[in-house]
């Protein structure tokens, strides 16, 4: 799948009041590299939020868009 595919599931995913982890994008839209996708979307004007949180004992971020 194509970045600017991906870049739109990941959006509207976002737009919907959902968050997400890297392995949540990975399983859902096929997405290896959630923090470049996160990135383009601050580069269109999206309030992304960065929460670090712990799943199984490691730490990833979890992001969601700012209300």
Same mark, same amino acid.
């Given at each position: 799948?194509?970045p600017?595919?991906?870049n739109? =599931?990941i959006k509207?995913?976002?737009?919907?009041?959902y968050?997400i982890?890297p392995? #949540?994008? =990975?399983?859902?839209?096929?997405c290896f590299? =959630?923090?470049?996708?996160?990135?383009n979307?601050?580069d #269109?004007?999206f309030?992304?939020?960065?929460?670090?949180?712990t799943i199984?004992d490691?730490?990833?971020a979890r992001?969601?868009l700012?209300r």
């Amino acid at each position: 799948m194509k970045p600017e595919s991906q870049n739109a =599931l990941i959006k509207g995913w976002l737009l919907n009041g959902y968050s997400i982890t890297p392995m #949540e994008a =990975l399983n859902m839209f096929g997405c290896f590299r =959630l923090s470049a996708r996160i990135a383009n979307l601050r580069d #269109e004007g999206f309030a992304v939020v960065t929460d670090m949180v712990t799943i199984n004992d490691k730490r990833v971020a979890r992001y969601y868009l700012s209300r």
